[in-house]
């Protein structure tokens, strides 16, 4: 064997690793995306149907959740994460979630205009451990397309049009934050 086939070898293996590591990054860049959503979603529809809101309003919900899911080792969840993660559901609703959750569609639109209808609290029933909460995650997994640093870089802006502007070229372009 030739030490050119060699580097070459070296070369090729080292070119492919780099590609599928970046890719892997990606994808859990992706997968933090679509958790913070979820827990943004959570977080709404608590507030908005739970009888222990009640208990829990004006008691610092958010600083609550924080503490709770950092004793269970969760990583991300500040107060002001918590708060992010919030702003990013309502921002990018889907209306078409709580047809989903009922299987009466498995389309999702991305709508980055007006906030759309929220399912209700009976969608959550049921829902730890559901097939239909994975198929869901499955498909958020493919409408988010960039990391969560550029989320949050989106959900600063008011204006839908600038929104969906900067969110297709930061795709296209493959900007970085």
Known sequence: MSDFNFKYLIELCFSTHERLQQKAAHSIDISLVVRNWFFGWYIVEFEIGSADRVELYGKELLKKLSIELKNRGLKGVSYTNLKLF??????????????TLSDQSSHLIKNTGKIGQTPSVESFNGLLNS????????????????GWSHDVTLITLDKPDERKFYEIEAIANNWSV
């Open 86 to 99: 919030r702003i990013f559901y309502k921002t990018f609703q889907f209306p078409q979630i709580g047809q």
């Open 131 to 146: 097939t239909k909460i994975q198929n869901l995650m499955i498909q958020m997994s493919e409408i988010f397309k960039h």
